[in-house]
């Protein structure tokens, strides 16, 4: 049985599948997420078994994060395989998001926070060598931040 880990939060969308807790394999896509999830999962389905949906459930893209976590909670409850998620710092080094303007998410211990920064260092959402399914939750609804607007 295999893992899968979803990051769309920007560009590339990344997905890593994991065996035994150890990325087994990594594919990358510029393209949309809602155009690149059910291409890529359609491939994985025919390849894996999956024990767990993972993904990062923001702050990032609000539109990568409703197409991802629409996409996987489609796959968890039709496929009956637990989702699970994670705040998307745990992929970017802890690293200031982009929000709007020069409004930037940033994490303090537990805490996310909008910030005004000048010039944040961002470090690129990567996914991890190996995961520790202890470190994700069952709580995986969206995380936005933000509200619209509109």
Known sequence: MHDALVIALSSPVLVGIYKDGILVEEIRSEGMSSDVLAEIFDSLLKRYTFSNFIYAKGPGSFMGIKVTYLFLKTLS??????????????????????????????????????????????????LPKNIDLEKFDSDNLPYYGIDAVG
């Open 77 to 126: 409850i039709t496929l009956k395989i637990p989702l699970l998620a994670t705040d998307a710092f745990f992929f970017n080094q802890n690293s200031p998001i982009k929000a709007v303007g020069k409004l930037y998410f940033v994490k303090n211990r537990t805490t996310i926070e909008l910030e005004p920064i000048v010039s944040p260092e961002i470090i690129a959402f990567e």
